[in-house]
């Protein structure tokens, strides 16, 4: 199971951290993604980490401005969120690939997936 947290209403330019709890599953197995569906889009990939940290990857959109990381001993990985636009504003989902060394990008490669968050941010 996967629970984000962390989503909320923001302004322009402000900062926010989403979470993701991992339980039922051997985390540190796992390679974890972040993908997020505005209204009317399908979904997309946002960014990824390998099963000890060591790698990762970003959308083109957000490099620069987001960071993705994970403590395994705490089977959580986290989104922080730095410069947000209002075309940031979405539902932020997390998932789980038990491909651990991949950075896939592509929703199919996972295998696990939280409820989501809504982040939205204002102009």
């Known amino acids: 199971q996967l629970v984000e947290s962390g989503g909320g209403l923001v302004h322009s330019g402000g900062s926010l951290r989403l979470s993701c709890a991992a339980s039922?599953?051997?985390?540190?197995?796992?390679?974890m993604g972040w993908f997020r569906q505005a209204p009317g889009k399908e979904r997309e990939f946002v960014a990824v980490?390998?099963?000890?940290?060591?790698?990762?990857n970003y959308a083109d959109s957000v490099k620069g401005r987001f960071t993705i990381s994970r403590d395994n001993a705490k089977n959580t990985v986290y989104l922080q969120m730095n410069s947000l636009k209002p075309e940031d504003t979405a539902v932020y989902y997390c998932?789980?690939?038990?491909?651990?060394?991949?950075?896939?990008?592509?929703?199919?490669?996972?295998?696990?997936w939280g409820q989501g968050t809504q982040v939205t941010v204002s102009s």
């Open positions: 039922g599953l051997t985390f540190s197995s796992y390679s």
């Open positions: 980490i390998t099963w000890s940290g060591g790698s990762t």
């Open positions: 998932a789980a690939n038990h491909f651990r060394y991949e950075l896939g990008t592509d929703s199919y490669e996972y295998n696990y």
